[in-house]
């Protein structure tokens, strides 16, 4: 008995044939998968659209309201009406603060001599650190 080659032309007709069909379907099946994902992003941000459209209808319709627009020149205005007694309650935190160190706080010098002694800081080619350190022993 003759052996027979592994390889026929048969085969070889079979083989290139497949690759040839599976080289035309790449390309389309491709391009298949690319817009499914352009496709979901698009209904994603159609969705965030919609999200962003209904709280705005919701703003427009606060903005609508008469009541709405009183109480929010009442809250951030400070708006009184007329005849009504309306009070301003000023941050009480400062003036505490102040209180507890019991010592005024540190003077700033006018900012002419802090421009002039930055100036001088520049002219001398020292460090600032250093300047004000020298500064402070004068």
Known sequence: MAKRPQLTGRAAILAVVVCAISM???YPIREYVAQRRQ???LEQQQTQALKNLQKLEERRRQLEDPEY???QAKERLHYCEPG???FVVLDAGDGKAAAKAGAKP???PPWYL???QSVEVADSGRDA???GVEAGQE
């Open 24 to 26: 035309s379907l790449a």
């Open 39 to 41: 496709i979901a992003q």
């Open 69 to 71: 627009i009183k109480r």
């Open 84 to 86: 009504a007694k309306c």
């Open 106 to 108: 540190k003077e700033r």
């Open 114 to 116: 802090t421009l002039w």
């Open 129 to 131: 650190v250093q300047a």
